[in-house]
C-alpha cells in the first residue's frame, strides 16, 4: 500500500484524540524543562559529575514517563557513566563539550561528533578488555541523547571544536 504525505497529514488532522494527547504530552514535557535545564546547566558547569548527572537526569525523568526515556536511553547513559568513565574524565568532558551551546541548529552536527566519539570509544574499550553489553550502543544514544537534550536546550551558542 502506497502512502502519501498528504494523507498521512489528512489522517492526523482528522484524528483529533490523537492530537489532544499529543498536546498533554507536550504540556507535560514543558512542566519539566526547568528541572531538566537546571540539571544539564549543572553538569555543563562542572557543578556536578557524571554520576551526579546520570542519578539526578534518571529521577527527573522517571515521573509520568513523559520522555519516554527509562528504556533503551537510560541503559545507554548507565553504561557511559559505568564503563566509558571509570578510567578516564575523558569521557564526561566530551559529553559536556557536545552538550554545550546544543540547540536544534546545530544538533545534527553534535549527533554526528558523539556518534563518532563512541566509535573510538569503543575501540579503545575493546583494547582494554571490555564486553560489548558494557560500551555504549553508538545508534542509541548519540542519535537519541542529543536529540533529547537539544528539545530541552534551546539556547544558541557557539558549537564546540571537534
Not at 2 to 27: C, G, H, N, P, Q
Not at 100 to 107: E, M, Q, R, S
Request: with cysteine.
Amino acid at each position: 500500500m502506497v502512502t502519501s504525505v498528504e494523507k498521512i497529514i489528512e489522517e492526523y488532522l482528522e484524528d483529533a484524540k490523537s492530537r489532544e494527547e499529543a498536546f498533554k504530552l507536550i504540556a507535560m514535557r514543558a512542566e519539566t524543562l526547568p528541572l531538566l535545564q537546571s540539571i544539564m546547566h549543572d553538569f555543563i558547569g562542572g557543578n556536578i559529575q557524571l554520576p551526579e548527572f546520570r542519578e539526578q537526569l534518571s529521577k527527573a525523568l522517571q515521573p509520568a514517563e513523559i520522555w519516554f526515556a527509562q528504556g533503551c536511553f537510560m541503559m545507554e547513559v548507565n553504561k557511559f557513566t559505568k564503563h566509558h568513565s571509570d578510567t578516564s574524565n575523558a569521557p564526561a568532558e566530551y559529553l559536556r563539550t557536545i552538550l554545550t551551546g546544543l540547540h536544534a541548529g546545530n544538533v545534527g552536527q553534535r549527533i554526528e561528533m558523539f556518534y563518532n566519539f563512541l566509535l573510538k570509544e569503543r575501540e579503545r574499550l575493546r583494547r582494554e578488555g571490555k564486553q560489548g553489553n558494557t560500551i555504549v550502543a553508538e545508534r542509541t544514544l548519540g542519535s537519541d541523547f542529543a536529540t533529547d537534550q537539544a528539545s530541552i536546550e534551546p539556547q544558541d551558542q557557539s558549537p564546540p571544536s571537534a
